[in-house]
């Protein structure tokens, strides 16, 4: 039989302890409640997601009985005015939003129009039988049709915020690209049990977070972080092992919905400490802060996606001058970058983080940006050996 883990010193997790403690007392002051106590939101069921699908085809039918053009109705997903922000939930979509119309007669929409009813009359077929097909299924039912994956990909979310309820209740799943190690184990939908403390090899983040059940952990803090190289090497330098109990996570990139799914999962079941890791330049800014407020085309669904009580951990921009880190090393910004920080530093999360505005100022101010491999100029190793084990121990988190 294989020993567990032997991390360090209980000692070591006196400050994250308390962050946990604080996270948890916020938690009850805010909801006037204990955490585990909250009340699930009610989805959906199969028979009202088939009506409100019926609903949108007899208004098609009854318009074309009338010799009108039909259309279909959609809320406007990419306005910044129609979202408003809590910094208890994130990036929410107002009741009462900005709509847009995908007309039948307009040769501009109308081949939007027709996909759209495509994909509604499959899903309706997937919700009857109770059966579930990837988004690349669909894609793959009519790839001409399609064109490319992302206008699937794209209806399907609109479809979703049309009908009110989460991808998932559409019988519609996709492949992660996310990976997960560390003290977590549970047992997946069909029965397959899967731990995770094997640490020198990640899982696949499951397909379906729903389904997932009888998590255990005894982790004291989880961490995600932006990069598959970096995932990679925290993994060879053995730092779930090194810093036992722990669970590391990675969205490669851009987060899919599984992962964030996972990370709010985790969060609602076990109420961690989380802290991301990513790179000091807008990109991975936005990364985290999908991770933490929501995104705005996602943000119908941010109740069950966002974790406002995410911390960021590293790579700081004040790391760069902190730390000796030599400018050879540094990458300019470009005209690219600079606009996605000026945008992130006009979104309204950013009053409620003077310490992460202060950040993206310095960083404005130097006009470069550093990979977290910047830190390889220390030493091979530094980040699993010096860096993260510093800011965990002693709280170098904002």
């Not at 100022?361 to 550093?370: P, Q, V």
Request: hydrophobic residues 40%; positive net charge.
């Amino acid at each position: 039989m294989a020993l567990a883990p032997v991390g360090p010193e209980a000692a070591f997790f006196r400050v994250l302890d308390q962050h946990r403690v604080s996270l948890i007392e916020s938690l009850k002051e805010g909801r006037g409640e204990a955490p585990c106590k909250e009340a699930p939101r009610k989805e959906a069921s199969s028979s009202e997601i088939l009506a409100s699908i019926e609903n949108i085809i007899q208004d098609i039918i009854t318009s074309l009985a009338r010799n009108e053009a039909p259309f279909l109705t959609l809320d406007n997903r990419s306005n910044w005015g129609n979202i408003k922000f809590e910094d208890s939930v994130g990036l929410q979509m107002i009741p009462h939003c900005t709509t847009k119309k995908i007309k039948s007669d307009s040769a501009k929409s109308a081949p939007r129009f027709a996909l759209i009813l495509k994909i509604l009359s499959m899903i309706y077929k997937l919700v009857q039988s109770n059966t579930y097909a990837t988004k690349r299924d669909i894609y793959y039912t009519d790839i001409q049709l399609f064109g490319n994956q992302s206008v699937v990909d794209n209806i399907i979310i609109d479809i979703s915020c049309m009908l009110k309820v989460p991808r998932r209740n559409l019988h519609i799943l996709s492949t992660s690209k996310g990976l997960i190690a560390g003290n977590l184990s549970y047992i997946e939908e069909d029965g397959t049990k899967v731990n995770c403390s094997y640490c020198t090899t990640a899982v696949a983040v499951p397909s379906n977070i729903q389904g997932i059940r009888n998590l255990v952990t005894d982790a004291k803090f989880l961490l995600i972080v932006e990069k598959d190289a970096t995932f990679q090497r925290l993994l060879d330098d053995n730092f779930c092992s090194k810093l036992s109990p722990c669970i590391i996570i990675t969205g490669k990139g851009v987060p899919d919905l599984n992962t964030r799914l996972l990370v709010k999962k985790l969060w609602d079941t076990f109420h961690l400490p989380i802290f991301t890791l990513v790179d000091a330049d807008p990109h991975g800014i936005e990364i985290m802060c999908i991770y933490k407020y929501g995104s705005l085309s996602m943000s119908f669904e941010a109740h069950n996606l966002t974790v406002p009580t995410i911390r960021w951990l590293g790579l700081l921009p004040s790391d760069i001058e902190r730390l000796n880190i030599p400018r050879g090393t540094l990458i300019p910004l470009t005209k690219q970058d600079q606009m996605k920080l000026d945008s992130i530093l006009k979104r309204p999360y950013v009053t409620y983080q003077p310490f992460w505005k202060k950040e993206m100022e310095i960083m404005a101010e130097l006009k470069m940006k550093a990979e977290i491999q910047a830190l390889t100029f220390i030493s091979s190793d530094y980040l699993s050996r010096v860096y993260l084990p510093n800011k965990l121990q002693f709280g170098g988190w904002i």
